[in-house]
Nanobody, 111 residues
Framework: VQLQASGGGLVRPGGSLRLSCAAS????????MGWYRQAPGKQRELVAF???????NYADSVKGRFTISRDNARNTVYLQMNSLKPEDTAIYYC??????WGQGTLVTVSS
């Protein structure tokens, strides 16, 4: 399975973006799918994940602003990001546990 992340871009503070992670194969058998991010000069951190049963978990810094979802029929995972802040600026990576990683998409939040 290969993962392709897209949807990043430049957005003003308070704006929204939706990231997509499209898989080349079925994600039905991948129990946990999620998103990480890495800001310049910082370590990669977990942003959110979702299980095959629909259980979700979020980093405290994005709770209430980001929503993760998955569409197994389309083999795609989404990250809806609202009320974006400059500190959300990072490269966002999707992941299918344990071994699948996407190539990253850049999100820049700036006025």
């Amino acid at each position: 399975v290969q993962l392709q992340a897209s949807g990043g871009g430049l957005v003003r503070p308070g704006g929204s973006l939706r990231l997509s992670c499209a898989a080349s194969g079925s994600i039905f058998s991948i129990n946990v799918m999620g998103w990480y991010r890495q800001a310049p000069g910082k370590q990669r951190e977990l942003v959110a994940f979702i299980t095959s049963g629909g259980t979700t978990n979020y980093a405290d810094s994005v709770k209430g602003r980001f929503t993760i979802s998955r569409d197994n029929a389309r083999n795609t995972v989404y990250l809806q990001m609202n009320s974006l802040k400059p500190e959300d600026t990072a490269i966002y990576y999707c992941r299918g546990w344990p071994q699948y990683w996407g190539q990253g998409t850049l999100v820049t939040v700036s006025s």
